[in-house]
C-alpha cells in the first residue's frame, strides 16, 4: 500500500510520503520518501525569501520527491495575493527541478486554477485530502490533476461519495494526513464506494505513484 501523503512516522508495512514544513528539514532522513515546501498558513513569515532559497536547495536530494504541501487557503494565512505569489514561486522551483506539487486548497478553487492556466506546468499537481463534491472533482480532473482521498472518507457524505465514483482509477490516491487511522481501512472504504476490488485499487495506486513521482 500507498500512504500518498502522511505527517506521521511513516509504518514499515507500507509505502510512505511524509510531508514535512520547511522548518522540520531536521527530520529528513536519508532513506524516507518526504515532499518540503511553504505551507499558505505560513505565508506570512518574514524570512519567506531565504525558506525559498532553502527549498530550492533541498529539492536537489533524491529523497525529496515532490514540493508540497503548498497551496492556497483563504481561511488562514497571508492576504491571498500575497499567498498566490508564494505559490506561483514554489510551482516555478517545482518546475526547474522536475518535481511534481502537492497542494493544500481551501475555498481558493478559481485562484489555483487560474495560476495552473497562466503557468502551464509541466510537472503533475495533486490535491490532497480532497472532500469536495463531484462538480468540482470534475473541474480539477479537466485541467489534469490528480486527487488524494484521506480520512473523511471513512464517514464521507453522499456528496463526497459521488465525489469517489468520480474520479478515474487511474487518478485516484490515497493518504492518512494526520490522523491516526488505518490506512488498510480507507483502501477497503475507497474500493467499496467504486466498486472495484481492494487488489485492483492498491496495483492501480501503485501505477500512479510511479507515473506521478516518476519512480
Known amino acids: 500500500m500507498i500512504d500518498f501523503h502522511t505527517h506521521q512516522t511513516p509504518a514499515d508495512t507500507v509505502t ?36 525559498l532559497l532553502l527549498l530550492k536547495d533541498l529539492v536537489k536530494r533524491n529523497n ?7 497551496g492556497l487557503d483563504k481561511h488562514r494565512g497571508a492576504p491571498i495575493e500575497k499567498q498566490i505569489e508564494m505559490f506561483e514561486k514554489q510551482v516555478l522551483i517545482a518546475e526547474k527541478s522536475q518535481k511534481p506539487v502537492i497542494i493544500h486548497c481551501v475555498r481558493a478553487w478559481v485562484e489555483l486554477l487560474d495560476v495552473r492556466k497562466r503557468l502551464k506546468p509541466s510537472m503533475p499537481w495533486a490535491i490532497h485530502g480532497f472532500r469536495g463534491q463531484s462538480e468540482l472533482a470534475k473541474q480539477l480532473l479537466n485541467f489534469g490533476i490528480y486527487l488524494s482521498f484521506g480520512p473523511e472518507t471513512l464517514n464521507a457524505s453522499e456528496g463526497l461519495q ?10 485516484i490516491f490515497i493518504e492518512t494526513d494526520d490522523a491516526d487511522v488505518s490506512l488498510k481501512y480507507l483502501y477497503t472504504t475507497v474500493s467499496k464506494i467504486k466498486s472495484v476490488t481492494y487488489r485492483d485499487l492498491d496495483e492501480q495506486i501503485n501505477y500512479n505513484f510511479a507515473e506521478f513521482f516518476k519512480k
Open 16 to 51: 510512505s510520503v511524509r510531508s514535512l514544513m520547511i522548518s522540520e528539514v531536521e527530520k529528513i532522513t536519508p532513506h524516507d520518501l518526504f515532499t518540503v515546501g511553504i505551507h499558505p498558513w505560513y505565508s506570512e513569515n518574514s524570512d519567506i525569501d531565504s525558506q
Open 64 to 70: 525529496v520527491i515532490a514540493i508540497g504541501e503548498v
Open 162 to 171: 459521488e465525489a469517489i465514483r468520480t474520479v478515474p482509477l487511474d487518478r
